[in-house]
């Protein structure tokens, strides 16, 4: 994503990109991600894949009950 920011030339603050990202997501995902401790935007946007990841697998899990 931080390739993405300097190819489109975006210049802002970390804390800025941050919080766009976290504005934009589904509220499921950010609700579980803000309560996660994160070092810099790549590293949130890891967690952010991981959440998603676990939000998927449990409703196939739940579509797949009797």
Known sequence: MELYIIMAGIREENNSTISRLLSG??????????????????????????????????????NQSP
């Open 25 to 62: 997501l589904n509220f499921e995902i950010r609700d579980k991600v803000e309560l996660l401790h994160y070092r810099d935007l790549n590293n949130l946007i890891q967690l952010c894949i991981k959440v998603k990841k676990q939000i998927l697998k449990k409703e196939s899990s739940q």
